[in-house]
């Protein structure tokens, strides 16, 4: 579905910002464009998942920038705007067996 991911790394070249992935064991990093939106004061009900904090984010990566980082973990951080972020859930988002997008909540401050 390399269609689906060329049109996600288009749109975020287009309108995404810079963010860092963090992983702290092993350590590892990588930054990449993403799509980063607080969640609304009245948010849809799919978009909440579990409690959701004013400092709460949703996160769309593409999965072309990660290479052997692979997906990110309820272990790993986001940093957005100097400020590393903890991941409260992870969403690959499949076509048949290829991740085409991935979702993230991230949540506060220092984790």
């Given at each position: 579905?390399?269609?689906?991911?060329?049109?996600?790394d288009r749109a975020l070249a287009r309108a995404g910002e810079t963010v860092t992935v963090r992983r702290q064991n092993p350590a590892a990093e990588v930054t990449c464009l993403a799509m980063v939106r607080g969640f609304e004061a009245r948010p849809q009900a799919d978009d909440l998942v579990g409690n959701v904090a004013q400092q709460d984010f949703?996160?769309?990566?593409?999965?072309?920038?990660?290479?052997?980082f692979g997906v990110p973990t309820r272990y790993d951080q986001?940093?957005?705007g100097d400020m590393p972020r903890a991941i409260e859930?992870?969403?690959p988002i499949r076509i048949g067996a290829d991740v085409v997008r991935i979702e993230l909540k991230v949540r506060g401050g220092d984790s």
């Open positions: 579905m390399a269609g689906e991911t060329a049109a996600l949703f996160v769309i990566l593409s999965p072309t920038p990660l290479g052997s986001v940093v957005i859930a992870v969403t």
